[in-house]
Nanobody, 124 residues
Framework: QVQLVESGGGLVQAGGSLRLSCAAS????????AGWFRQAPGKAREFVAAINWSGSNSAYADSAKGRFTISRDNAKNTVYLQMNSLKPEDTAVYYC?????????????????WGQGTQVTVSS
């Protein structure tokens, strides 16, 4: 079992930055690929970014490319999402997820472990 706890969300003005953290406990997290997903009110959950177990490979949604950076510190059992140049359309609950295997996946159904989510609100 892997338990995930997100933090770092909040209210920020458009153009601002936030760094989300996902702290893992339980089973060894350093062997798990991880991803960030988000869900806005009335919309389906969508992929944001993902990273493999070592941090050597990552992927981003088109909406996140050039603005968001996913990273991990396996010594701290933590995955991060640095979000810059935030836009009002980035407003959503952001979820961290982890899966088995060596590589990431952009499909949320590939992730059995989820955090409780952290709210990100970007004002215009």
């Amino acid at each position: 079992q892997v338990q995930l706890v997100e933090s770092g969300g909040g209210l920020v003005q458009a153009g601002g930055s936030l760094r989300l953290s996902c702290a893992a406990s339980g089973r060894i997290f350093s062997s798990n690929p991880a991803g960030w997903f988000r869900q806005a009110p009335g919309k389906a959950r969508e992929f944001v970014a993902a990273i493999n177990w070592s941090g050597s490979n990552s992927a981003y949604a088109d909406s996140a490319k050039g603005r968001f950076t996913i990273s991990r510190d396996n010594a701290k059992n933590t995955v991060y999402l640095q979000m810059n140049s935030l836009k009002p359309e980035d407003t959503a609950v952001y979820y961290c997820a982890a899966r088995y295997g060596a590589d990431y996946d952009i499909n949320d159904r590939a992730y059995p472990y989820w955090g409780q989510g952290t709210q990100v609100t970007v004002s215009s």
